[in-house]
């Protein structure tokens, strides 16, 4: 099993020649395709918490840097502190503060006028991850397949789950909130699984939204009393996404290291069946009075503000026929999305053989 995960870590162009007590070299390091994937994934991961039924750690799978990123979490947690680790953290980190910060608005508006083309081309992102994560699962044998049913059960539920609008009625309490920041922060890092449907799915997706909402507007504005009303949220859930990553990545580590077929195989059913939760050919239905959206129950007085565009992407969904031009279309930008991704990982993988 070393000699698997050994070549799992060289697949993905991170093998960690050094030893155990010796931080690695800065040549190994510093090499500039690898620190680009890491970019790259880590701006894909931003672009994903802002799509909802997306998955940070798709991207990452997608780009071929799961596995590594999962270490260097892992070693942060820990306060095992090294050069390769702080790299790796950093690239991922701006990459997705800058596609956050920087292109929040623009997905937020091609999600809201452009549904079908967004979602599309997050399908080719997403199946992207499949022909690598098949690739450092190999040799496939008995336990991969047995993982793989697991992530497909894992993801349909989480589907149907979606389609039938399922809630788990609301935690409450500091408790209910750590609980629901270690979720979100699991499925930051959990392959396939969108944060923010788990948050809907607890019933914490709107306490959790509208406190952050709430001490982002405060801070702008200076109302310090404003930000205190807020912390009694905004604590436990800093709590619980802290606990989350903690726990989750050293978990994932110590599977990938010691059941790495399974673990893979796991993640590959995610992945495969993720693009069925993504749907593209879907209308927002204009909300009218009685409906609620988020949990807010529209009203006469709020009905204006509810039809808003900044609000589309939280009405309800219906299907539509699309046209031949749109399904052609769609197909098109699911091969480009898989193309890049797959462009992604063979640049590092080429770049990496020109160096051996």
Not at 225 to 239: A, F, L, N, Y
Not at 303 to 315: C, H, T
Request: proline share 4%; aromatic share 6%; glycine share 16%.
């Amino acid at each position: 099993m070393l000699g698997d995960t050994h070549q799992t870590l060289d697949w993905i162009g991170m093998t960690d020649t050094s030893t155990p007590n010796q931080p690695p070299k800065a040549e190994e390091i510093a090499t500039p395709v690898p620190m680009v994937r890491c970019g790259l994934g880590g701006v894909l991961m931003g672009l994903a918490n802002l799509v909802p039924g997306i998955s940070g750690g798709t991207m990452l799978v997608a780009c071929g840097i799961y596995t590594l990123f999962i270490d260097a979490v892992s070693d942060a947690t820990r306060f095992r502190f090294n050069r390769r680790m702080l790299l790796v953290l950093g690239c991922v980190i701006v990459g997705a503060g800058l596609a956050i910060g920087g292109l929040a608005s623009l997905i937020h508006f091609a999600l809201v006028h452009h549904r079908w083309i967004m979602f599309s081309i997050f399908i080719g992102l997403t199946l992207g991850g499949v022909p690598i994560l098949w690739a450092m699962a190999k040799p496939v044998k008995r336990d991969t397949w047995m993982g793989f049913v697991v992530g497909v059960i894992i993801m349909g539920g989480l589907v149907i789950a979606q389609e039938m609008g399922g809630s788990g009625g609301g935690l409450s309490g500091p408790f209910g909130l750590i609980v629901g920041g270690a979720a979100a922060a699991s499925a930051m890092i959990l392959p396939g699984v969108s944060g923010a449907f788990l948050l809907l799915l607890l019933g914490m997706y709107e306490p959790i939204i509208g406190a952050i909402k709430d001490t982002v507007h405060a801070l702008k504005d200076g109302d310090v009393s404003g930000v205190i009303d807020q912390m009694g949220v905004v604590i436990p859930v800093g709590i619980g996404v802290l606990l989350g990553v903690a726990i989750v990545s050293n978990a994932l580590r110590w599977v990938l290291h010691h059941h790495e077929r399974v673990t893979l195989g796991v993640l590959l059913g995610l992945i495969v069946a993720a693009p069925a939760g993504l749907y593209p050919f879907r209308d927002g239905v204009l909300p009218q009075v009685g409906d609620t959206i988020k949990g807010e129950l529209v009203t006469a007085e709020n009905l204006e503000e509810m039809q808003a565009s900044d609000n589309a992407k939280d009405w309800d969904q219906r299907v539509f026929t699309p046209s031949a031009v749109q399904v052609g279309g769609s197909l098109g930008l699911i091969v480009l999305g898989f193309g890049a991704t797959m462009g992604i990982a063979r640049l590092g993988r080429e770049r990496k053989n020109e160096s051996d």
